[in-house]
């Protein structure tokens, strides 16, 4: 989808030019080496279509909802793109007419096609034209797990074709797709069912998990994949009670360098010093407001301990949300949905996620990070440590302003819920990286346009 649509986009300043002068090469006498530009037009719209979540696997919205953000995407883009070239040196002889000619065809001619081609990709992604054909290697408890991934977007990347039933483990779940071997080979099966990967989901793997006959499927050119991989490659996140010890030992990732220390204290103190910039006056404005709601003697700022990096504890920073007694029997509360606690400004500001914003500060100190899992009171971390296993090494990375779980899950409010998000949490910190920093930047932006998951 992506690729599609990064070609029409760059095709757009081509299409133009054509239908602006007719010929190609005149076109280029004008505006000069056209690819260039294309690249440039199609990378700017292409990040403010990834802030508007339009590549997100998991999201699910009908086409109308697609189309708004098709919209507003490209009209932002076309904002930058504008502004871009309006700090370039215009070509001499160019004229401002035939520019305003050549982006309204452009913009005309992106808007149809992209429109058009999400149309078409509603109408076949949940056909089984495009999905993995998955065998699944048990039929006992860890394969019934897959049933957590009944929303249709979680499972467009796959179908699943059959379960072979492992001897001697207790079938779970509807027997109808259960398959026998009779006597037969894994690959026999799998070529019988057409399928693409083998998903190995048994309860028990000592004495029962067929290595050789995996081998073999695999050596004759289908995919086999653990249950714990699978997870994390179709649902972004790392099911801790599929978890068996060593597993987060030896898989591949969980790696801390000295370079990713350094680039991401780096990438934090540069994105937190531009957005100071850029918000200061909101947050101004936003400190006169609280002001005026709850009177000049009430404060501002909200400061409490929260758990960081290694378990050590810094006071974060927020606007108040709430009235100023929320706690006033000193006792540690999760904020829940429609909370009475939270004022009228605060509700706004809540919804708007602008009550993060003095945060930066906190990531300017270096107790926090842009991008990291949520930082929770002592309180609550005590009492979920007890609960749920590995949730302490959510702590190795420093806590962030927003995060995967953030965007995935939204907001926590119960034990439940931390499991959830701490799923999402392992999985950033097995996978954390710069450009997938940059990838929940972009998809905050989403977040907090349509105010997604906000309490």
Not at 101 to 121: D, E, H, M, P
Not at 347 to 359: A, G, H
């Amino acid at each position: 989808m992506a690729g599609i649509e990064t070609a029409i986009l760059f095709s757009a300043l081509y299409v133009a030019g054509i239908a602006v002068f007719g010929d190609y090469a005149e076109s280029a006498k004008l505006i000069g080496p056209v690819a260039p530009k294309a690249a440039l037009i199609a990378g700017l719209v292409l990040i403010c279509m990834v802030a508007m979540g339009l590549y997100r696997f998991d999201q699910r919205f009908y086409y109308r909802d697609a189309a708004l953000r098709v919209l507003a995407g490209l009209s932002i883009g076309a904002l930058f793109v504008a502004l871009v070239f309006l700090l370039m040196p215009a070509p001499v002889g160019a004229k401002d007419s035939t520019f305003k000619q050549i982006a309204g065809i452009g913009f005309g001619y992106s808007l149809v096609l992209l429109l058009s081609v999400r149309y078409l990709y509603f109408r076949t992604v949940d056909t089984n034209v495009f999905r993995r054909r998955t065998l699944v290697y048990g039929a006992g408890d860890r394969a019934a797990s897959l049933a957590g991934l009944r929303r249709k977007a979680d499972r467009r990347g796959f179908k699943i074709v059959g379960r072979v039933s492992v001897p001697g483990e207790r079938i779970v779940g509807d027997e109808r797709d259960v398959i026998l071997e009779n006597g037969r080979s894994i690959l026999e099966i799998a070529r019988e069912k057409k399928a693409d990967e083998i998903l190995v989901a048994v309860d028990e793997r000592r004495g029962s998990l067929p290595v050789r006959e995996l081998l073999e499927a695999r050596l004759h050119g289908i995919d086999v994949i653990d249950v714990i991989d699978f997870f994390e490659r179709e649902a972004g996140k790392i099911r801790v009670d599929l978890v068996r010890p060593g597993w987060l030992l030896f898989a591949p990732g969980f790696v801390s360098s000295t370079w990713r220390t350094f680039s991401k204290r780096i990438f934090d103190l540069f994105a937190s010093l531009a957005m100071l910039f850029l918000s200061l006056p909101l947050m101004l404005i936003v400190a006169a407001v609280i002001k005026i709601e709850d009177g000049w003697a009430s404060p501002v700022f909200y400061k409490q301990s929260r758990v960081g990096k290694d378990g050590q504890l810094f006071r974060v920073i927020k606007f108040r949300s709430m009235a100023v007694d929320a706690e006033a029997d000193g006792k540690a509360v999760w904020a829940q949905k429609n909370d009475g606690r939270i004022t009228k400004v605060g509700s706004v500001l809540r919804n708007n996620r602008i009550d993060e914003l003095p945060q930066i500060f906190n990531v300017i100190r270096g107790e926090m990070s842009l991008i990291g899992p949520r930082p929770e009171r002592p309180e609550f971390v005590e009492e979920l440590q007890r609960h749920i296993d590995y949730y302490s090494e959510r702590h190795a990375v420093k806590p962030g302003i927003t995060g995967w779980a953030q965007l995935r899950y939204g907001y926590g409010a119960s034990v439940e819920d931390a499991i959830e998000k701490l799923q999402y949490d392992l999985y950033y910190i097995k996978n954390q990286g710069l450009m997938l920093d940059l990838l929940i930047v972009l998809q905050t932006v989403e977040v907090v346009v349509w105010g997604n998951g906000a309490r």
